[in-house]
């Protein structure tokens, strides 16, 4: 397969899961692996759920022109932060996922490219804001903020976010993407993922997806490995990731870097 385009996952991927919640950059292996790919001329696109600063922060760490997939696919920006694609969710089903959130007494997120409103201040939603470069706003309306979402999401724990997104899923079908993270459930509009913005940026750039590897590690990024010509998932990855790639890293020190500096020849 002849490989003119890399789509690379954040968190988990580029960044050790182990490091999520800190300002952290790609280790030097990596970086000098993603310059040796755009030397070779591939193009690499980053394609994470952190909002347009954190996302594009990592872009221009890297040295990458964009554009940058963010926000779990929900939208898709230049690198001087002009947004090119959006899919905002349905207004009506964004206020049944918060009602629901209420109904169950769990804090809720509501959230654009560049803003995340949430009902209730958390370590997680703290993590989140520092990855994703802003600084999240607490107040117990989210709703009234004036801002039209791209998305909400429901905040529990790793024994509850399962079962709310069976509940979810049962309520809305296809009509909403909901993502089963292990601390929050994360409802989007159906064509707002990693796979689909992935899509439209190939068409951008004259590129078949059957030229695109695409690399992560979690529900977020199953669309996107499943999308592409060759999906990796990484070994620590998540159900939603194995199910969708076509391979599977090892556990050795480096992996990712190895793959990238044979992709780069």
């Known amino acids: 397969m002849g490989v003119k385009l890399v789509a690379l996952d954040i968190d988990g991927t ?13 280790p030097p292996r990596v970086s000098a692996a993603v310059a040796a790919l755009r030397d070779s001329g591939i193009a690499v696109v980053l394609a994470s759920g952190r909002m347009f600063p954190g996302t594009a922060k990592i872009a221009r760490h890297l040295g990458l022109p964009g554009p940058v997939i963010c926000q779990q696919g929900c939208s898709v920006h230049l690198i001087d932060g002009t947004m090119t694609h959006e899919f905002p969710i349905a207004p009506a089903s964004a206020m049944e996922v918060i009602e629901y959130a209420r109904q169950i007494e769990r804090a809720y997120e509501w959230f ?25 706003e607490y107040r117990p309306d989210p709703e009234n903020s004036g801002v039209a979402p791209t998305g909400v999401g429901i905040i529990s724990s790793r024994s509850e976010a399962n079962g709310i997104h069976r509940a979810l899923v049962s309520h809305h079908g296809e009509s909403l993407h909901l993502l089963d993270f292990p601390e929050v459930t994360v409802a989007v509009a159906p064509e707002a993922n990693k796979g689909h913005a992935l899509s ?21 990024d ?40 044979g992709l780069a020849g």
């Open 222 to 261: 199953a669309a996107m490995l499943a999308w592409a010509g060759m999906g990796v998932a990484m070994s620590h990855s998540d159900a939603y990731a194995l199910d969708a790639a076509d391979r599977v890293l090892d556990e050795q020190v480096d992996a990712l870097a190895v793959l990238l500096e």
């Open 14 to 26: 580029l960044i050790d899961p182990a490091h999520y919640g800190h300002d952290h950059t790609p």
């Open 112 to 136: 654009n490219p560049l803003r995340y409103i949430v009902s209730r201040r958390s370590e997680a939603t703290d993590r989140y804001g520092v990855v994703s470069g802003i600084t999240p």
């Open 200 to 220: 439209l940026v190939c068409a951008d750039l004259g590129i078949d997806r059957h030229e695109v590897v695409a690399i992560g590690d979690s529900v977020n």
